[in-house]
């Protein structure tokens, strides 16, 4: 596609459901990241995958968060037992270099969570 | 670890002046990014940093990279309204850590 595209926009879920955040990348970019923005917040690094592999999960911030991307290229952010502090933009980006080395990011527009 | 302090955190400036926003980093950096965030948008790509010393211009914006590869600051000149947003400068590509952001007001 022409860009990062993100699905759902929106999603309201209740305190502990289980959501699935979709992301595809521009196709051929080998890196792909997943940020957490709360509002007013600047994003904050949760994961990072270079085409299947997950480099780098080190900003998941407990074990209920899930990130995969079985044949790099799709990625699904999976949040099990949802909970209020959840509730953020959930934005995901892409990159043709690795780890994003001297390469532009390019962003999707994002999933607003909304956990009531 | 590797700390970078963003400043200002707020900006409001009336049309027509200037804006300058700082990125300051405890530990060289290997290059920097520059980002615009619209309200309600995401994240778009400025410009990207890699030599010491560096200067680079897109018209009314003029970004710079420290001697040191330890600062970087982007600077508007004669803002318009539609600069309004919040810009972002992006260190560490390994895991592309943003720094806080200077949320940027343009009075008309």
């Known amino acids: 596609g022409a860009g990062v595209s993100q699905s759902p926009r929106y999603k309201v879920a209740k305190r502990g459901q289980d959501v699935a955040l979709r992301c595809d990348p521009i196709?051929?970019?080998?890196?792909l990241f997943w940020y957490q923005q709360a509002l007013g917040q600047g994003p904050e690094f949760l994961t990072y995958?270079?085409?299947?592999?997950?480099?780098?999960k080190s900003g998941l911030p407990s074990d209920r968060f899930f990130a995969e991307r079985p044949e790099g290229s799709v990625s699904t952010l999976k949040i099990q037992r949802t909970q209020q502090e959840d509730s953020a933009v959930y934005l995901c980006?892409?990159?043709?270099?690795?780890?994003?080395?001297?390469?532009?990011?390019?962003f999707g527009q994002g999933t607003r969570l909304t956990v009531v | 670890g590797q700390q970078v302090m963003q400043i200002p955190q707020y900006q409001h400036v009336q049309e027509g002046e200037d804006f300058t926003t700082y990125c300051n980093s405890s530990?060289?950096?290997?290059?920097i990014q520059w980002y615009k965030q619209r309200p309600g948008g995401h994240p778009v790509f400025l410009i990207q940093?890699?030599?010491?010393?560096e200067v680079k211009k897109q018209k009314r914006l003029t970004f710079q990279f420290g001697e040191a590869k330890k600062n970087s600051s982007l600077h508007i000149t004669a803002t318009q309204t539609t600069d309004v947003g919040t810009y972002f400068c992006i260190y560490n590509f390994n895991k592309f850590y943003f720094g806080s952001g200077t949320k940027l007001n343009v009075k008309p």
């Open positions: 980006a892409s990159s043709l270099g690795v780890g994003g080395m001297n390469t532009e990011a390019f």
């Open positions: 940093l890699v030599k010491s010393g």
């Open positions: 530990t060289t950096l290997s290059n």
């Open positions: 196709s051929g970019h080998v890196s």
């Open positions: 995958f270079q085409n299947e592999a997950q480099l780098d």
